[in-house]
């Protein structure tokens, strides 16, 4: 048994000083990194460079390993001068990218350094998350929470299979002290002068087993820890945050959104005039798609997402011609409010002003879209608690009252006008 | 002031029989096994230990295996290219038309889901008629014909189409008839169409006739002017209006088109002005219209041609022979006459029978009160009723003698409606090929060679003229469901012209209607309609020999004179029976009877007494050799000796909804003088065995307090205030609950009792933009029909000597022969109380009270505990005793995926043990505020239309915001007829009724 214990004990010495030492690298990196992040956005490298994924310019990923950090940096500053200097690399890259990269002269050695950094600790990231995304995957993109509450639920099986062993051990090993207790009397009997050590472990265990107040306070414990634990279930079951299925088309909102810019209002227009924000028809995707084809990432073939929607709308890249054959693409909906619930865009977006990262969570950084708030009740009373309704609306002059306020220079929310209201929502 | 009037909404109710006192007792219809549970007996039975245990254990792991379910993947599937013109999450508006009425459909996603009036149309602009508001249901009906059939078995189009060609071809070289036979034809291009067809088979023929005919009318005015045409009526323009038997504003010619009018004369504005119209009622059943009229006096059929000689005599001063011999009809008609003399020019008579020579003495009548012109419009006729009775006997006749080869079948299904079916199905078996085109195999197309299924109005291209000059369009707002053809198209192929029906249409309409009025085809689809005819008509004068009319009516009244007599009547709901498949139809409440689900036979309650029938009861009906048994209604206000039966019932293959629903009385008809006559000499036996009514009228009981106010005509004019009765002017009030603030909004709405007629289309409209279930014929005897809007109808009693009024006197008295009953419809709906006693007992609080004035309902929130119900003294709420659209017990009509189409989705359908009730459209609320809110302007009045307000054609429903003070509804409020229903509790509703103003003779 101590055995045991004794290398238990130095394993985790020896991990937690790894855990430690993980930790320092982690930090000192992720000042530096902070930084290169910044810089990776502030001059655009994401619009040709990703890191695990081939663009206009190289995967970014393992650069560190690839190349030497003067030599990146002799790059970065003026690339068109190595190529013509000669160097071998610069001349390789040249006839495999044929989009020349431009001079980042602006960038010091250490803007550069902290670039590098960036792009490591994305790597780290991006390795991560392919582990957690495997297992993730393992489940189906259909409802992650229940993949969570499996996992809890294992981990809990496991506990408690841990305890039961333990607590049985304990039960064999008292037994067997009872036997040799009894053998040590008789022997004791035989040979009275011997001295009887009991294991100070035991001597405890049995104490506690002994001292009845405690054994009580230790069940109150546990009731209550499995108590919160339940209640804390019980709440977020239906709550669905981070819910990301697979959807049919990976559809990145950070190239369209947040690389490319596009305003939200050019695909979700039923946002800002109706109940539904509406995912765009195909033919709206076409607008661009017709001819953005992203052919250049895959040698010249269209990008398999793309033809996606080709197929969707009978489109012939070839010919540039309709078919008749369309078929409308089935989405996967990330965001479900009951039936019970009435939820108008418009008036959120149209009349209160409210920016759709509010709700929906940085949506211009998502490769996938996720569920960002809870799309609780509580969480819908909250903000109408806090947020104030625009004034220069001329259709809140009509509310006497609030006008009244409104001219002593007091605060409106939409709580304040009804929006607490059962019958706001519920019809 | 409380008035000392005794209002009562069943016989039951004013008897105070034993059954009646025990039911408005309980909360529920059938007692609740309570009292079985809690006695001592039931409490201190043992319940085993490890049963109870068991039963725990199971239920906990069903419940957990129950909720590990996984979340449902919920998809969104958007459009590949979506239209222009649709945005998920907006409605859409189209002009169309619906039997002749310029509508507005509003479709959501491309589909049709409710249908309103187009305000800017002329004629009927403001409210719908009940099938209008539930026409949108037959559109999603699943016992339609989803293919086109030969011989009874699915083909193609092209086999169809081949196999006609070939019968017409057929018939064309055997030079036999080719004939259409219809209800009347007012569409230009349908009308265009069979040209079409005519000009490549000149064999042909069209035959229209009506299920319910109007042929009389015709007839006489054709003899009488030379015009064979039925007039359009102006009531507006009528200050005295006599009715003989004539149900105008339900079911007569266009009943919803003259209540707009009628009412214009006796609404609250009108009596702002110091005007009231007067309305006396001869009949016999008591109509819609008969509980409206100011006076009314119970005659037999027999007796209405007697009545109009009298009339005519008391009028032109003649001696005509023949008049009516009834006393109280006697005295009435004198001062009928008198009035009627006096308002020359603005005055009117109008008939319900279908007989020539009665028409042409109302010609006569009206003749000589000047009537012709302004009132009864002879050049903007109307076209909706052009059937001839004589064209479809000469058809039968034809057919039956083999000279016909093709007979297609168009909105006509004589195997059911014609009186004498035999007749039908021999000439039938006689023709070569008969098609139907009708959407379902009916009781006619089911006989015949081939049927041709048709489009609803909202799937096809068409036009309609209801009027002389008034044409409007209709436009599809969908493709066909069902793999269905629209007749004109069916007729153009066969006539071999490949026009597609869209093209052939708007050929039609440039060319022929709207050639010379420098309108577009495309400013038609957005307006809906265009007029071209004259503002008024112009005068006329009636050419009638009334010695030969004379004798022709007495002979005919022998004729049918008896110790009963029967009269037909078309309901108000059902029609002639072309809507008996539509469930929204069949469940709502017959305006005066109550009665939803059957037909039935009224008696007056002093012949089913001599009968010995009492409730539940049942008779045999004995008439031109046809007998049915059916149940009884034991109805206030039938004549004595007469027995009324509504036709349009007993189909049975009309569909799930509608089939063997009441009984078949078509057949009770017969021909008179050439047209299909309502009226006949019949003998009413008591049937053995009792059938229980689904009759909605002591359901929801108010316990005989006190919440009419009536007054006269008279008494109001010298004090607008009178008999309203309002608690506050004499009390002071004193408030448990703090007021309730509105400081934006404050909804509310007024009542016109004067303008409510009771038809109930403002049921329908709600139904159908709540999505309220139906929930069948059998749950309505059980008191749980889910309608969030009712209509009240109480009677009070009248007799010789003067109004039995006092509860007390009515106790003593026992010589009434209840033909002398007037009629109150009360609108009764949840009532927005500022202190709601439900809000207060509700232990979850699922109803509570907005900053605008409305009681709110969270579905999602209540766990049924029924306290508000209980709590409710207007009982208005409603409880889910199953989830009615979605439970195959309970398959009227919703089960399944593409009915539910129906419903509206901006409305949650509620599931079981959930409480619901009028929720004052809060969908449209919100909608309106936050179209004004994109808009950034103030909310208009009008803006925000109530279902209800919406349906009704008479404006008796008023709605608006009170803290406006230019609201029409604020300026409804301040007048002083505004009372509200139980002010005296203090519950303090929002909703406020007008006193009901009878014009009546004494005052």
Redesign the interface.
Known sequence: MRNISSVLGKLAKTMSVGLMLLFAVTMSRAQDAANGAALFKANACQSCHAIGKKLTGPDLAGLAERREEAWIIKWIHNPQGMVDSGDPIAVELKGQYPTMMASYANLSEDDIRDIIAYVGAEEVKLAEKAVTGDAGAAGGGASNDANTLMIVGLIAIVVLAVVVIVVLNRVIRSLEKVIAANQAAIEAAQAKNEVYQESSVAKFAKAFVQNKKLVGFAVLGLVAFLGVLGWNTMWNVGVHTGYQPVQPIKFSHQIHAGVNQIECQYCHGGAYKSKNASIPSANVCMNCHNTVTASDHYDGAVSPEIAKIYKAVDFNPETKEYGNNPKPIQWVRIHNLPDFAYFNHSQHVTVAGVECQTCHGPIENMEEVYQYSPLTMKWCVDCHRETEVDVNNAYYDQLIEAHEKLKKGEKMTAAMIGGLECGKCHY | MDSNKKYWKGLEELQQTPAFVESSKGEFAEPIPVEDVLNEAGLSTKTPRRDFLKALGFGLGAVTLA?CN??P??????????PEEV????PNFYASSFNGQSVLVRTREGRPISIAANPNSIGLNQGTDATAAASVLDLYDMSKLQNPQVGGKDVDWTKLDATVIAALDKAASAGKQITIVSNSVNSPSTLAAIAKLAEKYPTTTHVQVDAVSYSGIIEANRASFGKAVVPSYHFQNANVVVSVAADFLGSWLAGEEHTQDYIKNRDYKSLKNGKMSRHIQFESGLSMTGTNADVRIAIKPSEEGAALISLYNAITGQSLAGGITNKKAQTAITLAAKELTNARGAAVVVAGSNDVNVQSLVNAVNSALGAYGSIIDLDNYSKQYQGSDAAFQQFLANATAGQVGVAFFLNSNPVYDYFKPADVQNALAKVDFTLSFADRADETASELNAIAPNCTFLEAWGDSSSKEGYYTVVQPTINPVFNTRQAEQSLLVWAGDNTNIYEFVRQNWENNILAGTGKAWKDVLQTGFIYKGSETGSSYTANVDVNAVTTAINTAAKAIAGDFELKLYESTSIRDGRYANNAYLQELPDPVSKVTWDNYAALNPRDAEKLGLGENGKVTVEANGYSVELPVVLQPGQALGTVSVAVGYGRTKVGKAGNNVGKNAYPFAQVVNGTVQFAAKASVTKAGGTYELAQTQTHHTIEGRNIIRETTFAKYLKDPNSESGRFADSHKTYDLWNKF?A???KWVMAIDLNACTGCGSCIVACNVENNVPVVGRDEVRRRREMHWLRIDRYYTLETAEGKLTKEKEIAKATDYDYEDVTVVHQPMLCQHCDHAPCETVCPVL?T?H???G?N??????CFGTRYCANNCPYKVRRFNWFNYWNDSRFDNYLNNEFTQLVLNP????RSRGVMEKC?MC??RI?AG??E???E????RDGDVKMACQEACSANAIIFGDI??PESEVSKALRNERVYYVLEEINVQPNIGYMTKVRNTFEA
Request: proline share 6%; net charge positive; aromatic share 4%.
């Open positions: 909720a996984r979340t993947v919920h998809k969104a599937v958007p459009y590949v290219i979506k945005t998920p999450g907006i603030e400081p934006g909004h699922a509570v907005s900053s605008e409305l709110h309902m969270a579905y999602n929130r901006d409305v949650t359908t929720s809060i969908q919100q505020k936050l004004a809110k994109i950034k302007r103030k909310l803290n406006d």
